[in-house]
């Protein structure tokens, strides 16, 4: 479905309004939802779908899985979560595993981006090159 312009920019600008201190509150969202479906403007299912795909796309923005070959200490999370906070804001969701496969070090997942600073990957690679 081709979404307008203009319900672009009014999605755009209802994201905006749902944001406390940088971070998205999800009872601002399910109210400006619920209020556009009660008023239905001109373009309302335009406004909701870009409304949805922005509030996704943060969400996942948000959302961070580390994996470790042991399990992370206290300090070494606190560490980790500062330098997170320090480089994609604050309200992260971290999700910490442990996979042994990994062998050493650290993969961190934020959202699209990816950080692997484990041996299996450095093997990895060292194995494409021959």
């Known amino acids: 479905m081709k979404i307008t312009k203009q ?3 009014e999605a755009r ?25 009660e008023r239905k403007p001109h373009g309302y299912v335009g406004i909701l779908t ?3 795909r922005l509030v996704k796309l943060d969400l996942a923005k948000r959302t961070v899985r580390v994996d470790s070959a042991t399990p992370a200490t206290p300090e070494q999370a606190a560490g980790l979560r500062a330098s997170l906070e320090q480089r994609y804001g604050a309200g992260l969701d971290i999700t910490y595993g442990v996979n042994p496969a990994l062998i050493g070090g650290v993969r961190v997942q934020v959202g699209s981006d990816l950080y692997d600073g484990s041996v299996k990957a450095r093997l990895d690679k060292l194995q494409q090159s021959f």
């Open 7 to 9: 319900a672009q920019r």
């Open 50 to 52: 870009r409304l949805h």
């Open 13 to 37: 600008q209802l994201f905006r309004s749902c944001l406390a201190n940088g971070v998205l509150d999800e009872s601002r969202v399910r109210e400006a939802a619920s209020l556009i479906a």
